[in-house]
């Protein structure tokens, strides 16, 4: 496991971002495709269709995804996780404090709410009242998954040996490593 101030490898080209929900994994993901010039693809946009329900070309739309030679996306979901960690050459596991990514995710939906924000096909967030009733709601479910990478990376280091992993544990260390990045590719 790397930390923000070891070096990459690899120059890498394609990037699987993971983490929990509200720790960042999609704003590092876009600043990462803007700094390497890698095309960003929000996996939440390829999950979810209309009326929160999952889209029926999910799978084949991940297998196109990392089936090309240059991307960068959030590591989620069960079924496209596998696929992406065949192909990628960097893993970065943003993995701040429990508190930290609660805040988040807490003032996102909030904002989200308010707004009327549109996510993906049409999706708003639902009622702030669905956190009592919804298990599945983001703010419970963030608090519900808030340790499974401690879980997963063990199986993601055991499978692919070979794949550099850096984990960031803070927004300092987030900021460390993107300027170090950019400084690589400055050359």
Known sequence: MLSA???LPVQPSRVAV???SGS???TLARRIGALL???YT???SLFHGPGWTR???FEAEVQRLADSDRWVCEWQYDDARPVLLARADLMVWVDP???VTLTR???RTVRRRVRREELWNGNREGPLRAFFTDPEHVVRWSISTRNVYDERMPVVVAERPDLPIVRLRSSREVETWLRLLAAAQAG
């Open 24 to 26: 960042g994994k999609s």
């Open 37 to 39: 010039d890698l095309p």
């Open 97 to 99: 404090p429990f508190p």
């Open 42 to 44: 929000e996996t939440d």
């Open 18 to 20: 993971a983490g929990v």
């Open 105 to 107: 995710v807490v003032r």
């Open 55 to 57: 889209m029926p070309t």
């Open 5 to 7: 101030t070891d070096p």
